[in-house]
């Protein structure tokens, strides 16, 4: 991310009316890609943390007796992540990406869902920072969270999102890993299609809308829809399932945060 986000606040909500009225159309739009490259770097750096992975016995990918330690708060993680992100939209789309693997760690693994949490909230922990080097996106984290004493089944998780872009990186086994893979993404393109809406919230938006948003390629273009493509096809979901549950997730903390308000 840097300008890409893919939610808002009722705190920047002047920031939004002031930018959708300059932005014409789609321009505007645009700004929800969470990984829009522009300009990068291919060399990968050689700090590249892969374990493997825990259990998968369960439907949720973790055995129902195995609770995984983050190795840090989420107090902590939160200060990490305003350390190394001054761009308040950043820290809304890791608290966004927090909120939904939270909800669905409630379905397939609640024993876990402190971790799930953190996951989806550091997960672009080094974005702001190293945009330009998107090749290096999560391995920067890794070397941060390791000095932070973060457990590597947490490196691990958070550097299987960008297994796509980097193939050195692990890929998604777990079903945590394998949701925050989706809905990365998807997240942005929900967050797009909900702030050019009236109501500016998600509290009214249906699978039937996003299913439209997806369809234009020209819409938040920078949100890959091939990645969530291959992110349902990884949980053996069809699109409109994983745009069902997703939404819903999205909506579970809406209400109390306003996160999709302008």
């Known amino acids: 991310w840097s300008s890409d ?52 016995d369960s439907p949720g990918g973790i055995a129902m007796s ?15 992540l ?18 939904t693997m939270r909800y669905f760690a409630r379905e397939f693994d609640p024993e876990n869902e402190e971790f799930w949490g953190i996951v989806g909230l550091l997960h672009d922990l080094d974005w702001e920072e190293h945009e ?5 996106h999560t391995i920067y984290a890794a070397e941060i969270l ?14 299987t999102h960008t297994s796509d872009f980097n193939t050195s990186l692990p890929k998604p086994e777990l079903q945590m890993e394998k949701i925050l893979f989706a809905c990365d ?5 929900i967050g797009a299609a909900v ?14 809308s996003l299913k439209k948003k997806f369809k234009d390629k020209r819409f938040a273009a920078g949100c890959s829809r091939d990645v969530i493509t291959q992110g ?8 409109p399932e994983l745009f069902d549950r997703t939404i819903a997730a999205m909506q579970s903390f809406a209400p109390d945060r306003d996160t999709f308000q302008a």
């Open 5 to 56: 986000v893919c939610s808002s606040d009722l705190g920047t909500g002047l920031f939004w009316q002031v930018l959708s009225a300059v932005l014409p159309g789609d321009a505007f739009a645009r700004l929800f890609s969470p990984h829009a490259f522009s300009a990068f770097r291919l060399e990968p750096r050689r700090y590249t943390i892969v374990t493997p992975c825990p259990s998968t």
């Open 195 to 208: 702030i050019m809406r009236p109501s500016k919230s998600v509290m009214d938006f249906t699978t039937k």
């Open 232 to 239: 349902a096809e990884m949980l053996g979901w069809e699109l």
């Open 66 to 80: 195995q609770t995984l330690s983050a190795g840090i708060t989420r107090d902590r993680a939160f200060e990490l």
């Open 82 to 99: 305003n350390e190394h992100n001054k761009d308040p939209f950043h820290i809304t789309h890791g608290e966004t990406v927090e909120g």
């Open 146 to 159: 390791e000095g932070e004493g973060a457990s590597t089944e947490l490196i691990r998780a958070i550097q």
């Open 185 to 189: 993404e998807l997240t942005g393109l």
């Open 132 to 136: 330009d080097d998107p090749m290096n």
